[in-house]
């Protein structure tokens, strides 16, 4: 990988944090920002009031909340991470890394890690079941238990169902039921590593696809500190990356751009848990295969195509090194077209996430390179504002991209987990909170299976307020909750009627008209059947227990 900035400027107000850094990062010291700065790696000391930085930039905090972290993080898209002053060994080593390029390493040293490959749904029960035990051999506390396996099953979900798009990057699975995603097999495998070295232990999640973007994972933080309740209840990355903050001591976020995206975590075996790290490092790719680091333009900055760039320097060559072959040369190059200037884009939105026909754009400054034989759609979208879609002709060079602003709608319903869907447009499972158009009425349809559907009429919001609904669901009297457990539990659940995968003990649904009859099975124990007990009037669930030999 190509090196990024070498060199290093450490700037703060206090000459004893100031000469710190400076000796430990081998950095030039600064009392203050200056334009000199510009396109240096700048580690600044955000004690005080939040500092307006024009190149990447590393924050140094010495003693802040999990909020002030949210908060430094999330004011610039040139911010790469913000690092405790405590913890000299993560801000040594990030500081290395953002030098180098180096987006992937390993998360802890002197740690043996451990790796799984997941392919289906069904693998992760397996793979989480691993994660805990590893982590509770290497010292991990039942509270830290809990996280780290919470953690790992968001971030799998995440990565089997969120990451995945088509070769037009659209998203695999946004218009695909979540039931039938739990019974795909994958193509592309999701790796998990996990490991402890007697301090710490790490959980490192990768996907082949490198589709998250810096702005999703700023706003799902802001939305979780802001709201912990809403910030706890929203489904995929929202509730992961929330919920790791909480309770990790590190996390790093690294992306090669269309190529793959790791999440690394380290919680902390003793004490309480405590951020002290958050960064998000991202390498790009260029038409020609070449990596190089992530562009940081300042605004204004105006970009031409792969193919002009490769085209200037031979013409530029042979003037040098024939000067007879002037004037041939010059002919030549008054044949070539002129180069296209590209597509610039006006974004009314600073922090809009911008993709042009399902491919999200690293950067909206300068011109994008597109295909001026057809035409092409953009979709933005930014919290608290209406997503907006607009169709670009093929010979457009500027659009100007108003986004308005938008209500938000949360979602509850008890219990969790029912379709929500209005106009027969899916909008996600409960619970949920999305953007919806101001000023316009909507009736939610509220469906689960093994209950009765429900309708939720939600009067108009206005823009820039929050609307709760909430709907309590009535057990269906054609269906029948049946707990089920086992000794040894982890078994999985089959049988007529059974529409998920589960492992016990868990509680399924199943119509009464089939009269199911639930098979456990487990590798190394013997298959074990359950008959179906007719339940008396009236009963809305029953229990059953299989003993496992």
Not at 112 to 141: F, N, W
Not at 239 to 246: E, P, R, V
Request: net charge neutral; aromatic share 4%; glycine share 8%.
């Amino acid at each position: 990988m190509l090196a990024c900035a070498v060199r290093t400027v450490a700037i703060s107000a206090d000459p004893h944090v100031r000469s710190r850094l400076s000796s430990l990062l081998d950095a030039e010291p600064a009392a203050q920002l200056d334009p000199s700065h510009d396109g240096a790696l700048l580690v600044v000391d955000a004690s005080g009031d939040i500092p307006k930085v024009r190149s990447r930039a590393i924050f140094v905090v010495r003693d802040a909340s999990l909020t002030r972290i949210v908060e430094l993080f999330a004011t610039d898209a040139n911010v790469v991470g913000v690092v405790r002053l405590a913890d000299e060994e993560q801000l040594r080593t990030l500081v290395a890394r953002v030098r180098s390029g180096e987006v992937f390493s390993a998360p802890l040293r002197s740690a043996d890690l451990h790796r799984d490959l997941v392919t289906t749904y069904a693998d992760r029960a397996g793979v989480l079941e691993r994660i805990r035990t590893k982590a509770q051999a290497c010292g991990a506390s039942r509270g830290t238990l809990d996280s780290i396996e919470q953690c790992a099953d968001e971030l799998l979900v995440n990565a089997l169902f969120d990451a995945p798009v088509d070769v037009r990057g659209a998203p695999l699975f946004s218009t695909i039921d979540p039931l039938r995603r739990t019974r795909i097999a994958f193509e592309q495998r999701v790796s998990v590593e996990y490991g402890g070295n007697g301090e710490s232990f790490a959980l490192v999640v990768r996907d082949g696809y490198g589709t998250l973007l810096r702005p999703v994972v700023a706003r799902v933080l802001q939305q979780g500190v802001a709201a912990p309740t809403v910030g706890r209840s929203v489904g995929g990355a929202g509730l992961g990356f929330f919920l790791i903050a909480s309770s990790a001591s590190q996390i790093e976020i690294s992306v090669l751009r269309g190529i793959a995206t790791q999440v690394t975590c380290c919680f902390a075996l003793g004490g309480k848990p405590t951020l002290g790290q958050l960064a998000f490092l991202e390498l790009t790719h260029d038409t020609s295969g070449t990596l190089v680091a992530a562009p940081r333009p300042a605004a204004g900055t105006r970009f031409v195509s792969s193919r002009s760039r490769r085209a200037r320097p031979l013409v530029a060559l042979g003037a040098v090194s024939a000067l007879g072959f002037i004037g041939a040369m010059l002919v030549q190059r008054a044949r070539v077209p002129a180069a296209d200037p590209g597509l610039t884009l006006s974004i009314s939105v600073a922090d809009a996430v911008v993709r042009l026909d399902g491919v999200p754009l690293s950067t909206t400054h300068g011109a994008h390179e597109i295909d001026r034989s057809r035409a092409h759609q953009l979709v933005a979208t930014a919290p608290g504002f209406v997503s907006t879609t607009l169709q670009i002709p093929a010979d457009a060079h500027h659009v100007d991209v108003t986004l308005r602003p938008s209500a938000t709608l949360s979602v509850a319903t008890v219990p969790v987990g029912a379709m929500i869907r209005t106009n027969g447009k899916d909008l996600g499972t409960s619970p949920l909170t999305i953007e919806v158009e101001p000023e316009q009425a909507l009736v939610l349809e509220v469906t689960l299976r093994g209950f009765a559907p429900a309708r939720v009429e939600v009067g108009a919001i206005a823009a820039g307020k929050l609307r709760v609904a909430r709907s309590d669901l009535v057990r269906s009297s054609e269906f029948l909750s049946i707990h089920v457990e086992s000794t040894p539990s982890g078994a999985r659940i089959t049988g007529t009627g059974v529409a998920e995968v589960a492992f016990t003990p868990a509680d399924v649904i199943v119509a009464k008209a089939k009269h199911p009859e639930l098979t456990l099975s487990m590798p190394g124990h013997k298959t074990v059947t359950l008959p179906y007990v007719v339940p008396e009037a009236g009963t809305e669930s029953i229990e059953l227990r299989g003993e496992l030999n």
